[in-house]
């Protein structure tokens, strides 16, 4: 079992930054690859970010790359999500999620997620 809970969001101005936390329970979360996920109102949920069980490969969407950074640490149990020069379209709720399957830009392929934090940009 794995829970994860999401902090870190809130309301910024466009071209400011952002750092969201994951924190993380369970003994199989240092085995587990993590990934960021964000839903706009009346959007689907889309895949942000995703870093491996070292953390040593990530990888971003199209739409943030060069501007958001995934990380994680594992003696923390954490996973982070820094956000820089962010946009008004970054506007969304973001989710924290754990990684069953190989498919890392698959929503379908993680089993745990957290229950969201709330970014908004204002422009």
């Known amino acids: 079992q794995v829970q994860l809970v999401e902090s870190g969001g809130g309301l910024v101005q466009a071209g400011g930054s952002l750092s969201l936390s994951c924190a993380a329970s369970?003994?199989?979360?240092?085995?587990?690859?993590m990934g960021w996920f964000r839903q706009a109102p009346g959007k689907e949920r889309e895949f942000v970010a995703a870093?491996?069980?070292?953390?040593?490969?990530?990888y971003y969407a199209d739409s943030v790359k060069g501007r958001f950074t995934i990380s994680r640490d594992i003696a923390k149990n954490t996973v982070y999500l820094e956000m820089n020069s962010l946009k008004p379209e970054d506007t969304a709720d973001y989710y924290c999620?754990?990684?069953?399957?190989?498919?890392?830009?698959?929503?379908?392929?993680?089993?745990?997620w957290g229950q969201g934090t709330q970014v908004t940009v204002s422009s």
């Open positions: 870093i491996n069980w070292s953390g040593g490969s990530t």
């Open positions: 999620a754990a990684r069953r399957g190989s498919r890392r830009y698959i929503k379908g392929e993680y089993d745990y």
């Open positions: 369970g003994r199989t979360f240092s085995r587990r690859a």
